[in-house]
């Protein structure tokens, strides 16, 4: 179980400092075409937000429903603990 942490944490945290620098450092919303070439053609960051669930299912914004999906994967979570 804590290898299983350790895990999580360090490929949580990894992710998030990844997002933060290519949104704050590479400032990729601000360039042109919001586009990055790092490795081209074999890597291409492209900015793209995902609003919705599973390519906009439920994508309206709506602050309930954000709620509701949290409340889902709470218990998703709890029941495969």
């Known amino acids: 179980m804590r290898l299983t942490f350790w895990t999580g944490f360090w490929i949580f945290l990894v992710d998030q400092l990844s997002k933060y620098y290519v949104l704050y450092q590479i400032n990729l919303p601000n360039l042109p075409n919001q ?31 954000r709620f509701a999906l949290v409340a889902l994967a709470v218990v ?3 029941w495969v603990w």
């Open 76 to 78: 998703v979570t709890g």
């Open 35 to 65: 586009t990055y070439e790092v490795f081209p053609p074999f890597l291409t960051l492209r900015m793209a937000w995902n609003r919705g669930v599973n390519f906009g299912l439920f994508a309206d914004d709506s602050v309930w429903l």
